[in-house]
């Protein structure tokens, strides 16, 4: 299968923890669009759930394909939140803001009983941060902020680039208005330490490290599709 029909078939199968009359969180990335392409359809087909999206490009695809959304004011407490990861470990830590909406993402994910990520095997590491962790900040004082986070990373044995993440040639703009920093630190061995240091930052919005949030993970891979769980996590 292709890396497509990879994120089809998680998001098949995560679609199966969908009840009626769910309040149902949707994430943002590929394969969450591919989770909303099937939701789309049990949704034409009798399914009714209150669906909060994650993201102003999540949300407009949810209207074109008729599944009815709804802000998080609107229903503030969510049975379930599927979205899609860019890493996940083996203990379920995951990062997550590859598609600049880590912010949106994070909040509907501790509103929701239960978190499940969908993903493709090439996501699964054994440590985080071969992907560039995500960090959104404020537009004011960015370099300062930038400096705080490398003398951060620093304290912990991290380095490596911190870029402003770029679309074609100004700065990326998060749906709330914010800038994205990827941090290269490659291994983060102690993310918990890191997430501590990053939010005791004050230009620090909020950072890509989704730590004792998610319940289950669905990865689909070549030999087929394998479920992971973390009974540990703050949410169920």
């Not at 009798?46 to 209207?63: D, F």
């Not at 979205?83 to 590859?98: N, R, T």
């Not at 985080?128 to 400096?147: K, M």
């Not at 770029?166 to 703009?173: N, T």
């Given at each position: ?103 949106r993402e994070k909040i509907v994910a ?14 699964v590491v054994d440590v985080l941060g ?107």
């Amino acid at each position: 299968m292709d890396a497509r029909q990879l994120k089809i078939e998680a998001a098949r199968v995560a679609l199966d923890h969908v009840e009626t009359g769910m309040k149902l969180g949707v994430g943002s990335g590929s394969t969450a669009e591919e989770f909303v392409r099937l939701l789309a359809e049990r949704v034409e087909s009798g399914l009714r759930i209150e669906a909060v999206p994650t993201s102003e490009r999540t949300a407009g695809l949810c209207v074109e394909l008729g599944v009815p959304i709804f802000s998080l004011d609107e229903v503030p407490q969510l049975d379930l939140t599927i979205d899609g990861a860019d890493e996940v470990d083996g203990d379920l830590q995951v990062i997550k803001g590859g598609g600049g909406a880590l912010l949106r993402e994070k909040i509907v994910a501790c509103a929701s009983d239960t978190v499940i990520v969908i993903a493709d095997e090439s996501k699964v590491v054994d440590v985080l941060g071969r992907f560039p962790l995500p960090i959104e900040v404020n537009v004011f004082g960015l370099t300062a902020t930038r400096n705080a986070i490398e003398q951060a990373a620093g304290s912990l044995g991290l380095s490596g680039p911190v870029d402003l993440r770029k679309d074609r040639d100004v700065p990326f703009e998060t749906d709330g208005g914010h800038h994205i920093l990827d941090a290269s630190f490659g291994r983060i061995p102690d993310a918990e330490a890191l997430a501590r240091a990053l939010q005791d930052i004050p230009g620090v919005v909020e950072h890509g490290l989704f730590l004792d949030i998610v319940s289950v993970a669905i990865i689909a891979g070549s030999s087929g599709v394998r479920t992971m769980k973390n009974e540990g996590s703050q949410n169920r």
